[in-house]
């Protein structure tokens, strides 16, 4: 998004001005518009039950700081919050090693089975997940994965996969071949190359997937209710949609406890926008 | 050790984790769900085999197409809500500087946050007592447009089409804006220099040029919709009356809530055919070359 361009339809040097200024107008009124209902969710999560019924569109009267703190108590979010983290990192880690490792191995090493094996993990992009649900819940049950962690790293890393070792594929396969030869005639092994060179350089690559992966396994809703039904081992969206049913009348509470659960993925956002917003460009146009 | 041999092995062992899990996790139970369709067999006890009997039910089954029709009407409101909008949009912030850069990230948002957050939010909005969306129309004085608008069955389906609309268009904008901005800047000074208008320069040179970026684009919008049954298990869980029934939330209902494992597998499979007819075709009918 470096290269400058001009609109696609440029119009007359006199009007110009005038309708860049409207076309701006337009964009700012569609991106509020689009804001507003996050607006409207951070605003109710400090107001009192009465003031988020009377006076839906103005910010609280008065701060109310302590709906955080309550939230927090009452829907354990602690808990879900250690939850969360715990199956995401979990699932970060084993998807980048196995995914670039996989992903050394099908981009600099020639074999029988490559293109099978690419076209497999392609076709992984395009089964939908759902349809998965049922199969994969009888068999977890039958191995006794059915309410542990495991239930939800080892499904999501299988369904990051193909996006982890496409887009570090992609990456690994422009490496010139000579610094793999030189380091092979120094005695390293592929190991060596593997943790020493191919790992360090495709970090782009890497950092790519490891935000999408942390978006989706942070916001997995799916595969957390079906397959986890302990409340000591709920997710943060799980937990969620059950506590907005349960306190279905206390709006202003279940406001604060979907505030803090943003918190996280809208904090990563604004930190990685750039590597987001690109990294899912690249793996929607690759499958 | 020789090294081809040291080769071979260390392919092997590279590659064989990531296709155990990939194999056990993805591939594996879509054949288990063709296999549990053979079966009637309520989750626990003895699982009878009775044949095609659930595959034929499910071809019968009107519920069933009432979820595909729409899955559909979610696909139609993707290709002909968010491609537009998000093309508008691209074709608008092309530049980079820091106003264009705040809009984009703006448009993006909704798509970080948990499809559970969006569809609470959505469902509070929407609410016949506390919503804002009432709120509005009282303030503006059209109250008798209120409703309870998830639980009215003539409007709960496009009112959960809204939703949804708002938070896929960030992805689709950004995909148009990298391919708008891969077209050689030459090809656009051309045009220029010959006078070509600006309707006609949008249809006859941007349009081709990104025909295959717009063909990705309603492959995504096909295989997302499929996926749209957090947000309706949060907002409506299939209801009134199976009205904003889609296909993964009736698998759903059916295997978790009336304990058809056997059924709920038969309609697993009948998705997994179904999506893979419709990327197939929708990519056979765009194939068209418009260059």
Known sequence: MQMEQKLPFSPGRGWAKINRGLINIGLSLYAIVTLYPLFWLFTSAFKTNEEFDSRPFYLPEVWHWDNLSRAWKVSAMGTSLINSTIVTIASLVLTLLLGALAAYVLARFQFRLKAFLMGLFLLGMLIPIHSTLVPLFIMLKKVSLLDTYWALILPYTAFELPLAIFVTAAFLTVIPKEIEEAALIDGTGYWGIFFRMMLPLSLPALSTVAILGFLRFWNDFAFALIFISKPALKTVPLSLSVFATGYSTDYKLTMAAMTIAVIPTIVAFLMFQEQIMKGMTAGAVKG | MTTSARIKGFILIGILPALLIYLFFVVVPIFWSAYYGFFDWKGIGAAKFIGFDNYAEVVRDPIFWKGFKNNMLIVAASVFGQVPIAMILALLLTRSNLFQKMIRASVFMPMVLSSVVVGIIWSYIYHPQ??????????????????????????????????????????????????????????????????????????????????????????????????????????????????????????????????????????????????????????????????
């Open chain 2, 130 to 291: 506390i919503g804002i969306l009432n709120f509005l129309l009282d303030s503006v004085g059209l109250e008798n447009l209120k409703k309870a608008w998830l639980s009215e069955p003539s409007v709960s389906m496009y009112m959960i089409m809204i939703p949804i609309i708002w938070n896929y268009i960030g992805p689709y904008m950004i995909i148009f804006i990298a391919a708008l901005q891969n077209i050689p800047s030459e090809i656009n000074d051309a045009a220029q220099i010959d006078g070509v208008g600006s309707t006609r320069k949008l249809f006859q040179i941007t349009l081709p040029m990104i025909w295959d970026t717009i063909k990705v684009v309603v492959v995504l919008c096909i295989s997302g919709s499929l996926k749209a049954f957090d947000l309706i298990y949060v907002m409506t869980g299939g209801g009134p009356a199976h009205t904003t029934e889609v296909l993964a939330s009736y698998m759903y209902n059916s295997t978790f809530n009336v304990y058809r494992f056997g059924y709920g597998s038969a309609i697993s499979t009948s998705i997994i055919i179904l999506s893979l007819i419709l990327i197939l075709g929708s990519q056979y009918l765009m194939k068209r070359d418009y260059r």
